[in-house]
């Protein structure tokens, strides 16, 4: 289908979306309900979805049924608001269920395709696109946008396209290797818009512990609070996996969004027994001096073995001394470790690594109850690219579709 660049067409209304990750294919979906309409999605890669295919390591974690403001970031953290509350989890969950696509919801609130495979999320969506008012223009990198009359020219390196509304949902820097990209704030911000801060999100934090290389792959749960100059500045508890490199793992996915971003002494206190005391812990280890083993063995039974002996060994205590001869002074200094092991942290990996990017559009520039620009009518923006990022566990995603909903309703509006 081919639109003179000059002039709308017709009598139907052309739907312009930037960006054919989750916002942007549930913009088209949305604003393709109006049947009149003509919606053109614009993707610079060879398909769509490729990133949202990636996601929760192939298994793709859709949403979280505790999604609310509360759980989002940014410099206004009520921006979210309007649209999660017009398409909250649940009605999320239903629309997709029209789409096709089976669910299943676990205990902590994570909601997962039914399959366990994130293509079936991106299939269901590709199919909904799969419409005669819905034109998919992949392999299009948009390089410029025009405003123009009353309406807008998206170009790319060899022609012009003409919409009358324009949704850019091109998402984040984040992941780089999957498609994240500058393209949806470099193209905003030369309609006028300005960009916050942009840094790494739900990502890994390089240590300088002598540790962590020993401890690679081992997993353990914990109360993991970052701490910069003796202030704490964020807590959580979950599941934690050392890397060669650092720390990992949704709890410090979590933490991480704020860590290392000024300068100073940055560390992470881990707490491996967060529902036991310090107290209760070294009455059990104090039993232990009863038997014949050895210091290596102190916290068998206790924690994942690998990082007991490593514990023990930080805690000043060679591994062939006899849990016999082992002072109140060296029990205890066990328990401080196990209780509150101070691992100084550096910076968080970049953006290669990151789930999402924290920053992004100023979103007082944007109507929070249409996703419209202040500063620009007819266009509209949603998904990572505003100043939105929601915790680790669906969050984003949920936002995702929530704003590619709601910015496609109202776009899509005659």
Request: charged share 20%; proline share 3%; hydrophobic share 35%.
């Amino acid at each position: 289908m081919q639109y003179n660049t000059n002039m709308k067409v017709g009598d139907f209304m052309v739907v312009g979306i930037v960006g054919g990750g989750a916002s942007g294919m549930s913009a088209a979906i949305t604003a393709a309900q109006e049947l009149d309409n003509q919606i053109i999605l614009f993707e610079r890669q060879a398909r769509v979805g490729k990133k949202l295919a990636a996601t929760g390591n192939g298994r793709c974690n859709l949403s979280n049924i505790h999604a609310c403001e509360r759980g989002y970031h940014g410099m206004d953290v009520s921006f979210s608001q309007s649209a999660l509350s017009c398409y909250p989890p649940d009605e999320t969950l239903s629309w997709f269920g029209s789409l096709g696509l089976f669910t299943v919801t676990e205990d902590s609130g994570k909601v997962y395709p039914y399959s366990d495979q994130a293509n079936s999320v991106v299939d269901v969506l590709r199919f909904a696109l799969d419409k005669p008012n819905i034109q998919l223009r992949t392999g299009f990198e948009v390089t410029k946008i025009k405003k123009h009359q009353d309406g807008f020219l998206i170009k790319n390196s060899e022609e012009s396209v003409y919409c009358d509304k324009l949704i850019v949902a091109a998402g984040g820097l984040a992941g780089t290797k999957l498609g994240g990209t500058m393209a949806g704030y470099n193209l905003l911000r030369s309609l006028g818009h300005q960009v916050t801060k942009l840094r790494p999100s739900l990502v890994q934090l390089k240590s300088r512990w002598h540790g962590v290389s020993g401890l690679k792959g081992v997993r353990a749960a914990c109360t993991a609070r970052i701490i910069h100059d003796g202030k704490q500045i964020a807590c959580s508890t979950g599941e934690l996996q050392f890397t060669e490199y650092g720390l990992s793992g949704p709890v410090i996915f979590e933490i991480s969004r704020d860590a290392c971003q000024e300068k100073g002494e940055w560390s992470c206190v881990l707490d491996f027994l967060p529902n036991h005391s310090e107290e209760q812990l070294y009455t059990e280890l104090s039993k232990r001096r009863s038997t014949a083993l050895s210091a290596d063995e102190l916290l068998t039974g206790i924690l994942h073995n690998r990082l007991g002996r490593v514990l023990v060994q930080t805690a000043g205590i060679a591994f062939s001394t006899p849990i016999s001869q082992l002072s109140d002074e060296a029990l205890r200094g066990v328990c401080g470790m196990v209780k509150g092991l101070d691992v100084a942290i550096t910076e968080p990996l970049g953006m290669d690594s990151a789930q999402v990017t924290a920053g992004g559009i100023c979103t007082d520039e944007f109507d929070p109850q249409t996703l419209e620009s202040r500063l620009v009518p007819g266009l509209f923006a949603c998904g990572e690219v505003l100043d939105v990022d929601g915790d680790c566990g669906g969050y984003n995603l949920q936002w995702a579709w929530s704003s590619g909903r709601l910015a496609g309703y109202n776009a899509g509006r005659n």
